[in-house]
């Protein structure tokens, strides 16, 4: 003879249940924007920092800090409009990979990623 146990079904309730289903109405991830924010704006004090300023440092932090801050404004905007926030994907990981391709390729004796 075999006892079987009923199964339990248990709902998330609350903000935390919310994010994690996706779930309408949920605010954006402002972890995930403050840390985008924070590296854009020290890529953007990196390329003012930079002596001498070479072409490929000068442009490989511009580009780094341009496409950290297209992250930082698609995830604000995410939970908004996710079709206008979609918009920005394409250039924010193109930016960042160009930018950083270019900090790897110079040939200045300084600072490095």
Same mark, same amino acid.
């Given at each position: 003879?075999?006892?079987? #146990?009923?199964?339990? %079904?248990?709902?998330?309730?609350?903000?935390?249940?919310? #994010?994690?289903?996706?779930?309408?109405?949920?605010?954006?991830?402002?972890?995930? @924007?403050?840390?985008?924010? @924070? %590296?854009?704006?020290?890529?953007?004090?990196? !390329?003012?920092?930079?002596?001498? @300023?070479? /072409?490929?440092?000068?442009? /490989?932090?511009?580009?780094?800090?341009?496409?950290? !801050?297209? *992250?930082? +404004? #698609?995830? *604000?905007?995410?939970? $908004?409009?996710?079709?206008? !926030?979609? $918009? *920005? #994907?394409?250039?924010?990981?193109?930016?960042?990979?160009?930018?950083?391709?270019?900090? +790897?390729?110079?040939?200045?004796?300084? $600072?490095? @990623?």
């Amino acid at each position: 003879m075999t006892v079987t #146990q009923p199964t339990e %079904t248990t709902e998330t309730t609350g903000a935390a249940g919310g #994010q994690e289903t996706g779930e309408a109405g949920t605010g954006p991830n402002w972890m995930l @924007i403050l840390i985008c924010a @924070i %590296t854009a704006v020290t890529a953007f004090w990196e !390329a003012l920092a930079v002596r001498p @300023i070479t /072409g490929s440092d000068l442009w /490989g932090y511009l580009l780094l800090g341009a496409g950290m !801050a297209l *992250f930082a +404004v #698609q995830n *604000f905007m995410w939970p $908004r409009s996710s079709a206008l !926030a979609g $918009r *920005f #994907q394409v250039p924010a990981v193109a930016l960042t990979l160009i930018g950083v391709v270019l900090l +790897v390729l110079s040939n200045s004796a300084g $600072r490095r @990623i």
